[in-house]
Structures are given as structure tokens and as C-alpha cells.
């Protein structure tokens, strides 16, 4: 599978299950325009297609990366900039797909990481920087701030100081600083970084993917419910895990001292 969008590539590994959707506008530091935005609800779309066709998980995980060598998305563009691009429409927009989507999402940052591309990668179940990515929200110097939700992510993750800072100062921070705020999940070398981050998704495919699945439903959970809530949740993902053929595989493979082959059934 090697499909092109307007704005977006898309590929999917089949011999590992890892799709990988590249935003396509190095010229505009991939900033994010409708079309973009829509390209990348299309490109996940596509992906999903391969769970439906398959007999099991086809899909165990999503690379979002940025095309060029100088951005991950730089922010919004700012030609195109409406209340309704910025994430304020009824319709679900892009980070909705993307947090809601069932596989895990990487965002793979190489470069600038600012406004909705902060937000984007926000959106996803993991960062992974190269150390000389650059964060920040710079909505503040157009007398606005992040529209997607940026303040709130970043206060549930690094708490409402460093929110505070980077909303309201609009300053660029370093992917060690990122790092150190819990902002981002890892950091890499620059001459590290492909093969670190490749390492880092190989893994998380290899995964139990209804497990997985489950795992990223429990913790999406907790951050929108009360413990008593969650851990009744968690109970009910449990038991029905319980019942698959992936858990009767890792448990044989356990007795058996070998690599579990899981079929996401």
C-alpha cells in the first residue's frame, strides 16, 4: 500500500502491521491548512481499511511524521486560519481522529513542533523528538491562544506553570526542556533518531495489539473519569481480554519460554 493524498503520503508495512501518514508541505513547514487537515482524517481512514480487510489486527501502529528536514508541522497557516480550522467546528477534526483512532499514533518530531502542530502531536499516543526539534505555542502573538486545546494538554502533563509559560509567553523551548517537562516521551541523537525511533514502533507492534487497543481506552479513561469510574472500566477490558486468542497465545508462549505470535483475534 503506497497512497498519495493532496497533502499527505500514506504507507503501511504489512510485514510489521506499522502505517506511517508523512504531512506533504515542506515548503509551507507543513504547516496546517484544511486541506491538510483533511488529508490526514482521509489518510487514517485508509489505514483503518486494512483491520476491516483483514482477519485479525492488520494495523498495530501509526507513524505521523512531517516531510523535509526542518519540521514536524509548524503551526497553523495562518493564510487559512478560521475558528472552524483551528478546531472550534462541530464537525470532528483531526485530533479527534487521531485520539480516537483505535491503534496507537507516534508522532515523530524532526524540527519545529508549534501551535496546531504542538497540538497534533498532542493528539497523539507518543513523542518522539530529535534533539534539535524546537516546541512552542506562538497563538499568543496573534492575541489568541491554542484552539485545540493546547493549554489543557500541556497542564495535565506538565502542570499549569509550564501551560502558563508557553501560552502566554509564546517562546520556543528546546526538545530537552520538552523531555524534562513530560511534554514529550523520548529524545534522540540527531544521527540516532531514525533508527531509535523505528526501534521504538517495531517494538510497540509487536505488542498484543487487542491488548493495546485496551490499554490506550483504559488510560484515555482515567484522564476523563473518576478512579471508581476508571477501575470498573479497566475490570470489563480485563475480562474480556481474558477471552481472546492473543491472551491463550501469551500465556502458552509464556509456559513454553518462547516470543508470543499474536493475531490481534
Known sequence: MDDSLDTVSVSFDEERGIGTLTMNRPDALNALNEQLRDDIIAGLELLEERNEESDGVALRAVVLEGAGEKAFCAGADIGGFSAESAGGSSARSHYDFIRDFPAPVIAKID???L???LETALACDFRLASEGSTFGFPEVNLGILPGAGGVQYVTKLAG???AKELAMTGEHISA???DEEGIVNHVYADGEFEAEVDAFV???AGQAPL???AIKQSADMAVHSGLEEGLE???QLFEGLLQTEDHAEG????SEDREPEFEGK
Request: net charge neutral; proline share 4%; aromatic share 12%.
Open 160 to 162: 499549569p506553570a509550564v
Open 176 to 178: 530537552a526542556r520538552a
Open 115 to 117: 501551535g496546531g502542530g
Open 111 to 113: 524540527g519545529y513542533c
Open 251 to 254: 500465556a502458552a508462549a509464556f
Open 211 to 213: 491488548a493495546i487497543q
Open 202 to 204: 517495531t517494538d510497540l
Open 233 to 235: 472500566y479497566d475490570r
